[in-house]
Structures are given as C-alpha cells and as structure tokens.
Antibody, heavy 119, light 108 residues
Framework: EGQLVETGGGLLQPGGSLRLSCAVS????????MAWVRQSPMKGLEWVSIITGDGTTHYTDSVKGRFTISRDNAKNTVSLQMNSLRAEDTAVYFC?????????????WGQGTLVTVSS | DIQMTQSPPSLSASVGDTVTITCRAS??????VTWYQQKPGRAPKVLIY???TLSRGVPSRFTGSGSGTDFTLTIRGLQPEDFATYYC??????????FGGGTKVEIK
C-alpha cells in the first residue's frame, strides 16, 4: 500500500519561494503518474501540476512559469518548487498518485502541507 | 476548462437514509468522473472512478451512475462514518481535471 508524506509548507510573504517535497513508499514515483493538488476555501480542490511516468509535466495556467514539478527516483520523492508566490497560492497542498497511467483518478494521497502567502 | 456543478452544497440526513448527490458537467465527458469522500483535516479518498467502478475496499452502499453530462453518487443506508464532504472530479480533460464544489453531508 502506498504512503505519501508531504513536507515543506509554511508562512511566507508574497514574492517568496518554497519547495514542497513528497516522500513516497510502497511504489516507485518513476513509473507512476504523480500530481500536486491544492485545496483552499476560495477555490476548493484544484490540480496544480503533474508528472507522468515518462517524465512529461503539466501545470495549471495560474502557476505556469512559477512552479516546477520534479522527481528524484533514487530518493523516491516528488517535489514542487514554487517561486513568485502570490496570496492566491495559499492552500493545503496534497501530493497524490494517479490510479492509472492517465491520471483518471487519484488513489493515494498524502496528508497535505499548508502553504500560507501573506504580508 | 470543463466545469462541474455539484448539488446540493449540503444536506442533512439520518443514519440509514439514502442520499443522492449530483454533478453536471459543462460538456459531455462520457464516463470520466471520479467521486471522493473527504473528512475534516484529511485528504480526499477515492470512492468511485469511471463513473461507476467502486474503488478497492469501498463499501457497496456507495454507487455511482451516469454518463455524458449528468452523474450521481448514491449512498444507501447511510452510516455514521459517512458524514463527510463529497466531491466529484472530471478527468475527461486530464491532466486539466476539475472538481465540483463539494457536498457536505451532515447529521440531521
């Protein structure tokens, strides 16, 4: 059974940077569809970024050019580098695994890490 | 982006009741709908995918139906552990999936 643990959240000012990490056990990130999904009271649940088994990445429009998803196969982790943070990026960020190769559902989720962007 | 309109936003029900939650997509999405359950402070948990396929370990009192633009999650014989918030998600346009606004199921 897969387990995902996110770390790296925190409080920071607009314009700042933060790196979230998702440590995975029970399966290998290098062969799975992995996603970052965020949740806020204002916007609800929202997909942020994904990386497929073949390394293809995608980003929701509002974070393109600011966020970068990556994975470390040796450490079995997925990361989200977040730059130029805005107040509207405030949310709980979840790491999740796609239940199939196309990400038609997310079957394993981490517990989430809170990112607060405020001056 | 494809919009998912979920209703009702909340409902009150008693243990043993049958509840129905609906999601309407802004365009046809064949059967690319997933349903999740979320409890406070926890991550979403997948219940049903491909509109009607029960995820492993999920009780059979949860059923999903629908195709095209209209989808339904039904819980028959509501149990105390079922009081939670439920979300639909369209994955027809994956990775650009979108979630519904949620339905909070509360104890009457």
């Amino acid at each position: 059974e897969g387990q995902l643990v996110e770390t790296g959240g925190g409080l920071l000012q607009p314009g700042g940077s933060l790196r979230l990490s998702c440590a995975v056990s029970g399966f290998t990130v290098g062969t799975n569809y992995m996603a970052w999904v965020r949740q806020s009271p204002m916007k609800g649940l929202e997909w942020v970024s994904i990386i497929t088994g073949d390394g293809t990445t995608h980003y929701t429009d509002s974070v393109k050019g600011r966020f970068t998803i990556s994975r470390d196969n040796a450490k079995n982790t997925v990361s989200l580098q977040m730059n130029s943070l805005r107040a509207e990026d405030t949310a709980v960020y979840f790491c999740a695994r796609g239940g199939d190769t196309m990400g038609h559902y997310f079957d394993y989720w981490g517990q989430g890490t809170l990112v607060t962007v405020s001056s | 982006d494809i919009q998912m309109t979920q209703s009702p936003p909340s409902l009150s029900a008693s243990v043993g009741d049958t509840v129905t939650i609906t999601c309407r997509a802004s365009q046809s999405i064949p059967n690319y709908v997933t349903w999740y359950q979320q409890k406070p402070g926890r991550a979403p948990k997948v219940l049903i995918y491909a509109a009607s396929t029960l995820s492993r370990g999920v009780p059979s009192r949860f059923t999903g139906s629908g195709s095209g633009t209209d989808f339904t999650l039904t819980i028959r014989g509501l149990q105390p552990e079922d009081f939670a918030t439920y979300y639909c998600q369209q994955t027809y346009s994956t990775p650009r999936s979108t979630f519904g606004g949620g339905t909070k199921v509360e104890i009457k």
